[in-house]
């Protein structure tokens, strides 16, 4: 919503500055989302009358002016423009003004003829239109006054965020309310009836309303006699600062006082609506039948579905109600007599139609989130003043108004102590009753207070919400922080909770960024992945999506997080270690909810650090994303896991893995393959994972953490090359060696792994081929006394010997 201060001054006195009636607003919930000064820049433009004008001397496309702009003297300027003559008033630009081009006027010498500022173009004052022409304005325009104040540019228009439970906010009267509550004064709206002639209105338009729930109240009024031009300066600066594009006297009246009191309102040439057999224009509002067409304002013919709310006379549908008017009976330069409709339909309707056909317009935004039905007469009435006003006619006596859904107003209790016991404050009942009142709320009684709602404040349903608007009128500044209380209760986070931080700090700690994408997807990334979910599950898919590449709820953080790797490689961002932790959907055939998953996932690529010219560096691979993996598992307390390998599409095969957690498959590690590389557009190697937050949350509930004394006494370390066949991996040889090595085996580690690309049978010096070296380094220690070769070689023999025929493995000479 756009609030002009201009206009807004006509309805309260606004006593605060700009930045501080914003930070106002935005305490009490309205936010204000931008602040634009309209007529910036053209602080020193000022209107100028041309007294003489003489060709340039030595330029034959120049004239040499004398223009009077209200000052001692007149300014000299050179000109380049043709359109123009002595005696016209035109804008012009002083030296030292900055216009909103950016150019900035300064003295200097044209030509040898010294030119004092510049005449403009309205290309160059910002305002449109062609920038070879000055702008020519009327011969009483005043000499000296700032164009900006005369054209009706200098104004601060507030870009209001409007949430969908305050639909009052969405017309300058509802925001005058806001302010004249927050700021402690006093608004009116301006209450016009037009002066009323001729034949009753009753007796031009007869209304039918087929459903009184899509269709509350509907009115009517007849201005006969119009004519349609150009609305006035006043009324054009009004709709335009309210961001609607000015159309003719009429519309711009309708759209008028739509944004001044918050009924949208539609304008039809009453010639040209079907009448009944009493001659009456019939207007009906019915319900469209299955496939039923309409040629809308907008050129468009649309077919409908059988929900659709239509205006209708007895040739068949006239507008789309609510939402867009429909051609046949389009107010022309050619109209003379008015229909104009005010009235109240169902915001669900409204929503459905204006969604399912794209037409999201003013109009149907104030009806989807609920317009008051009392509110239909009085901006017919003021609707038929202006018309009269602005574009000459009369209003028809009496007003057409079908209301068969009348309601009783809403009526509340509101109870003082528990006010405060909410809020934590001390208000007597006069306070909270003078905190509501401004708010155009009834209240009466005493220690129980009665509330009578108003219905253009929807939101209002029980007594909660009325103690909510206490709280935001008093200030919530004003009320002091406390901590929650409770008897035999301690406060906490939740193991997963811990759990679930524990994963991001040292995620963090590892070197990764945390990423945080859309919780929207593409179904092609399913084809991109070659990912195939399982029979019984199926994505879930949105019913309105922003985008095709945002139609369904991500199932998966891989397309994420490669999106966000190719999104930096493409910016000159090689370096990408980034985390995610977030949910995933999925569902099946006729379930309600979809199954939601905590999961959380990585991708790694480039290098660590950059390599420097005596460090030559090593791109990430498989195995950094293991080890991220490991600091990981050991930060949780060192679940027992393992990385088992395995084959997945988007994987490379032979670097990937399935992460397994106490026999439990809770994710999967790898590189990309090469062809998903290429449908994301990244460059490999990229290492990814992806885990489930639940799994590993249960594995962390499962593990207990061991302490044990830090050891006194020396370790003795013994290494140890084994030569296995090539599919033996270390894992298997690691869990050989911890099984083997009893209480005095501390710890194994691997920290080489040798293959002999040359090596032959015959050579007994070099590895054979299909065999692999892999050496270890293995800590024996006891916790009562410093070993010796007697108390260690015996276990490492043993060790030895089991290993070997556990894997079949031999000992490298």
């Given amino acids: 919503m756009r609030v002009s201060l201009n206009w807004l001054s006509d309805l309260v006195k606004i006593t605060l500055p700009v930045e501080e009636l914003c930070d106002r607003l935005d305490m009490t919930g309205t936010k204000v989302e931008a602040v634009h000064v309209l007529g910036e820049g053209l602080d020193g433009v000022v209107i100028g009358q041309v007294l003489t004008r003489e060709q340039h001397p030595d330029a034959d496309r120049l004239s040499y002016c004398s223009v009077d702009i209200g000052a001692e003297e007149p300014l000299r300027i050179v000109c380049g423009a043709d359109n123009f003559a002595a005696g016209d008033r035109v804008p012009v630009a002083c030296v030292g003004t900055t216009l909103p081009n950016g150019l900035t006027i300064k003295k200097a010498k044209l030509r040898g003829l010294v030119s004092e500022g510049m005449m403009c173009s309205p290309i160059e004052l910002g305002v449109g239109g062609e920038a070879s022409g000055l702008l020519i304005l009327p011969p009483d325009a005043p000499i000296g006054v700032p164009y900006a104040e005369y054209a009706g540019l200098s104004d601060t228009v507030l870009e209001l965020e409007v949430t969908p439970n305050r639909p009052d906010c969405l017309s300058m009267a509802g925001v005058a309310r806001e302010v004249a509550a927050v700021t402690g004064v006093s608004f009116s709206v301006p209450a016009s009836r037009p002066a009323e002639s001729g034949g009753a209105a009753s007796e031009s338009v007869s209304v039918t309303i087929d459903d009184p729930v899509l269709c509350p109240r509907y009115t009517a009024r007849v201005i006969r006699g119009v004519t349609i031009g150009p609305s006035p300066a006043w009324l054009a600066e009004r709709v335009t600062a309210a961001g609607t594009r000015p159309v003719n006297n009429v519309v711009d009246v309708t759209n008028y006082v739509m944004y001044e009191l918050g009924q949208p309102l539609h304008a039809f040439d009453l010639a040209r609506v079907a009448t009944d057999a009493a001659g009456r224009a019939a207007i009906g509002v019915r319900t469209a039948a299955e496939g039923e067409r309409i040629r809308t304002l907008d050129g468009q013919d649309r077919a409908l579905a059988a929900d659709a709310l239509l205006i209708t006379d007895p040739s068949g549908p006239i507008a789309l109600a609510g939402v867009m008017g429909g051609e046949s009976t389009e107010v022309s330069e050619a109209t003379t007599d008015i229909l104009l ?13 204006s969604r399912r056909l794209g037409l999201i317009s003013e109009s149907s935004l104030r009806f989807e989130r609920g317009v008051d039905p009392d509110l239909a007469s009085r901006a017919a009435d003021r609707a038929a003043a202006l018309i009269a006003e602005v574009a000459g006619g009369t209003a028809a006596p009496g007003i057409v108004d079908e209301y068969p859904g009348r309601r009783e107003p809403r009526r509340l209790e509101l109870r003082a102590g528990r006010v405060n016991q909410l809020l934590g404050t001390a208000l007597s009942p006069a306070d909270v009753s003078a905190l509501l009142v401004p708010l155009g709320l009834d209240v009466t009684g005493d220690e129980v207070l009665t509330v009578t709602v108003p219905g253009f404040r929807p939101d209002l349903e029980r007594e909660v919400d009325l103690i909510e608007e206490v709280a935001r009128l008093y200030g919530l500044e004003n009320i002091a922080s406390t901590r ?228 006194r006494y020396p370790a003795v370390t013994l290494d140890l090359a084994l030569v296995v066949d090539e599919d033996v991996t270390v894992e298997r040889v690691l869990a050989s060696i911890r099984s083997a090595g009893g209480t005095l085996l501390e710890s194994a580690r691997v920290f080489d792994v040798y293959r002999d690309p040359a090596g032959t049978p015959e050579d007994t010096r070099r590895l054979p081929v299909g065999k692999k070296s892999l050496a270890f380094s293995l800590v024996y220690r006891a916790s009562d006394r410093t070993l010796t070769d007697g108390d260690v070689r015996p276990v490492h023999d043993k060790l030895v010997r089991k290993v070997c025929g556990a894997v079949g493995a031999e000992v490298r000479g």
């Fill in 484 to 711: 929650p209380g409770g008897r035999g209760r301690v406060g906490g986070r939740t193991p997963g909770q811990r759990t679930r931080d524990r994963i991001g700090a040292t995620l963090r700690a590892a070197g990764l960024d945390e990423h945080i994408g859309y919780s929207f997807g593409d179904s092609q990334d399913l084809e991109r992945l070659g990912w195939e979910c399982a029979p019984d599950e199926v994505l879930v898919e949105l019913i309105n999506p922003m985008s095709e590449e945002q139609a369904v709820m991500r199932w998966t953080l891989l397309p994420s997080l490669l999106r966000a790797v190719s999104h930096n490689q493409r910016r000159g961002v090689p370096d990408v270690h980034i985390y995610e932790m977030g949910t995933t959907f999925i569902t099946a055939e006729g379930r309600k909810q979809p199954k939601e998953r905590l999961m959380v996932g990585g991708a790694l690529t480039g290098f660590w650090a950059r390599p420097g010219w005596n460090d030559p560096g090593a791109t990430l691979d498989f195995f950094d994303g293991k080890g991220v993996l490991e600091t990981l598992m050991e930060a949780l307390g060192s679940p027992r896991w393992t990385a088992r390998p395995a084959s997945r599409p988007w994987l490379q095969d032979g670097r990937s893995a399935d992460v397994v957690v106490d026999g439990d498959v809770v994710g999967w590690l790898g590189e990309a393959a090469p062809q998903v590389l290429d449908a994301y557009e990244a460059s490999g190697p990229v290492v990814l994972f992806e885990l489930s937050v639940p799994a590993l949350v249960k594995a962390v509930g499962r593990a207990s953490v061991r302490y044990r004394e830090i050891p």
């Fill in 341 to 353: 409709e005010s009235a109240c339909f169902d915001p669900a309707s409204i929503s459905r139609t």
